[in-house]
């Protein structure tokens, strides 16, 4: 998750030296000519001066602002300390085609930001002598493989640890698995494989069955729904009245519209039952303000008592508690402090949502946004960082535009080699004035774009520069692979997802894929 916050971070702690002078007019000139020139590039002083809350607000509200101008955010954020409001605002539309904008008060899904309230129930319960955290699948869940549920534990599931494969990942996932209609118990016999890829409790490996599984091991406990368990014992207990497990045959009121970006224009995103294919494992929507009542209550014994919530703060393998990631830092962003950072993000189908909160400084972050910015190179994560160092008074820049949209215009106005050799030269000779985070996600993204037309033979050369690019990375020879098996070369097919399965062994993708070439080769 984080070389610094996230997976990146974009804040440093930089400054500029000057060259020292003979004469002092000469040099403050040169002083205040350097001053006004980083001003100018960054929106801010590099040099840490410490700031007013006020005038915090206003920079987050700047940086903000800026990551909406470039489509990289859209929705509401919220920052605050110790419960009081720092800043509330959001920025865009909550429904494009009716041009309702969006507000605090608006509803967005929050994917995997589900997993801490799953994770809360759990504790619950622990805390209540229902369950221990030790107890095996098996011992709730009549149902499943008792020899592979015999084998993980409940603190396996919690910390993605189990060695079950993530069901999300499987080829059927969006073409199927999506539009299913079933039981959440249904669902969870027809698609869940008990095969598993590491010993219980030896590796970290993110797997939303696992959170899929704990929901129905709420269920079974309770013997009751559990979007009924999440709304009486946490919903209801801490006034968390705008928040809910999305039902698809429901109206809900103020919801905002989910959207995905593409290359300069918005669409509306692909249809998902919730409530069936996603269930405890990521399904809830909530609000801003609502958000801001969850973090207030976990300082509290309003939903556990102080042994059982440093439980559920505690980290277990790549610093992954119940439903969060829990990280130390030492000497922060060069505070002298020495902080926790707890954060977490989300997504799914048109939504995008990332958490942070440093309980020592009582600091929290939400971010709910409902056009997926979050497969935008990690965009979200990046306003978070961005945030963080305007509050702990760390030099900041001011976001960039993202390079592919660049690029994309380009292969539009020309062709798919000329955009690659454009951006071949933005890459060498303006690399600082573009966004090329994610770049890896985008590339393959912008491949799957041409291959979504038709257009095979671009999306190819795309992928190829990719690999050029990150030879090490498993998800781009699975891309090619894919791109070869539709052009019916197979043996390149198979070359790809040969080598997809050397980088990542995990990847039950490339496993099927090769089955299905065999066929193919001989029929």
């Known amino acids: ?76 954020a919220l920052v605050a300390q110790n419960g009081k409001i720092i800043l ?30 799953t994770g809360m129930l759990i504790m619950q319960l622990k805390q209540e002598g229902k369950i221990r955290l030790d107890d095996k699948i098996s011992d709730h869940l009549a149902w499943y493989n008792k020899t592979v549920g015999d084998q993980i534990t409940i603190s396996h599931l919690l910390s993605h640890t189990s060695g079950l494969p993530n069901y999300t990942d499987f080829p059927d996932f969006k073409t199927k698995m ?19 890829s590491f010993e219980p409790g030896t590796k970290h490996s993110y797997c939303n069955t696992g959170y899929y599984l704990l929901g129905l091991i709420i269920e079974a406990v309770t013997n009751k729904p559990y979007e009924q368990v999440l709304k009486e014992k946490i919903f209801d207990v801490i006034g968390m ?76 393998l790549n610093g992954y508690a119940n439903g969060l990631v829990v990280q130390k830092h030492s000497n922060f962003l060069k505070t002298n402090k020495d902080i926790t950072l707890i954060t977490h993000s989300g997504g799914i189908n048109g939504f995008s949502c990332n958490i942070a909160r440093i ?29 963080l160092g305007i509050w702990y008074n760390a030099p900041v820049s001011l976001p960039k535009p993202l390079v592919m949209n660049e690029v994309y215009k380009k292969m539009q106005a020309s062709t798919v080699e000329e955009g690659i050799l454009y951006l071949k030269d933005l890459k060498r000779n303006k690399f600082s004035a573009y966004n090329f985070n994610g770049f890896e996600n985008e590339l393959n ?33 699975d891309t090619r692979g894919e791109i070869y098996f539709i052009q019916k070369n197979y043996p390149e097919a198979k070359k790809n997802y040969q080598k997809t399965l050397e980088i990542n062994p995990n990847n039950d993708n490339a496993k099927q894929m090769l089955l299905k070439i065999e066929r193919e080769i001989k029929n």
């Open 445 to 477: 993204k912008l491949s799957y774009k041409f291959l979504g037309e038709g257009k095979a033979p671009s999306a190819l050369k795309i992928i190829d520069y990719a690999v050029s690019e990150f030879p090490e990375s498993f998800n781009v020879y």
């Open 241 to 316: 009245k705008n928040t809910a497990l999305e039902d698809p045959k429901q109206i809900i009121s103020k919801f905002a519209q989910g959207y995905d970006f593409d290359y300069g224009r918005y669409q509306k995103t692909d249809y998902i039952n919730m409530k069936t294919a996603i269930f405890a494992a990521g399904a809830m929507y909530s609000t801003a303000n609502d958000m801001l009542l969850w973090d207030q209550a976990l300082y509290t014994d309003a939903l556990l008592n102080e042994e059982n919530r440093k439980i559920y703060f505690t980290p277990f």
């Open 1 to 76: 998750m984080s070389s610094t916050f996230f997976s990146r971070s974009r804040i440093q702690a930089s400054g500029v030296t000057f060259v020292a002078k003979s004469n002092k007019q000469h040099m403050m000139k040169n002083f205040m000519s350097a001053i006004l020139m980083m001003i100018s590039i960054s929106g801010f002083s590099q040099k840490k001066v410490l700031k007013s809350i006020q005038e915090k607000a206003k920079e987050i509200d700047l940086v903000i602002g800026k990551y909406h101008q470039y489509d990289l955010f859209n929705g509401s």
């Open 359 to 387: 309980p020592e400084d009582r600091i929290y972050v939400i971010l709910l946004d409902n056009t997926r910015a979050g497969k935008r190179g990690g965009q979200l994560e990046a306003v978070i960082d961005d945030v």
């Open 178 to 196: 999506v539009f299913e209609n079933l039981s959440a118990k249904e669902f969870a016999i027809k698609y869940f494989k008990d095969n598993l």
């Open 88 to 117: 509330k605002k959001s920025y865009g539309k909550a429904d494009i085609g009716w041009n309702v904008d969006a507000t605090s008060d608006t509803k967005f899904r929050i994917g995997s930001i589900t997993k801490q309230f």
